[in-house]
Nanobody
Framework: QVRLVESGGGLVQAGDSLRLSCAAS????????MGWFRQAPGKEREFVAG????????YYADSVKGRFTISRDNAKDTVYLQMNSLKLEDTAVYSC?????????????????????WGQGTQVTVSS
């Protein structure tokens, strides 16, 4: 049983920064994969960023490269998403996800079906 709890969402202005946190509890295993996804109203859920818990290798959607940074704190079992230079199109519900496996090919991080557990989501709203 794994529980993921996101926090840090809110209302910000375009150009501002925001940091999301995802705390994991329960049986998280030693080799894991975590990612961030987002879904805007009327849109499909899309991949944002992913990270290998053990190696620290990271992967990003093209739309956020250079602006968002995913990181992890092994001691706290927490993954972060630092979002800089936020744009109106970043408005969405952001969810973190967990897979109790290590993926060795980057493409696996992009598919939501490869994740087993999901948090409740946190709303990020960017205004002009």
């Amino acid at each position: 049983q794994v529980r993921l709890v996101e926090s840090g969402g809110g209302l910000v202005q375009a150009g501002d920064s925001l940091r999301l946190s995802c705390a994991a509890s329960g049986r998280t295993f030693s080799r894991t994969t975590m990612g961030w996804f987002r879904q805007a109203p009327g849109k499909e859920r899309e991949f944002v960023a992913g990270i290998s818990w053990s190696s620290g290798n990271t992967y990003y959607a093209d739309s956020v490269k250079g602006r968002f940074t995913i990181s992890r704190d092994n001691a706290k079992d927490t993954v972060y998403l630092q979002m800089n230079s936020l744009k109106l199109e970043d408005t969405a519900v952001y969810s973190c996800a967990f897979a109790p496996r290590t993926y060795y090919t980057g493409s696996y991080y992009y598919r939501s079906n490869n994740y087993d557990y999901w948090g409740q989501g946190t709303q990020v709203t960017v205004s002009s």
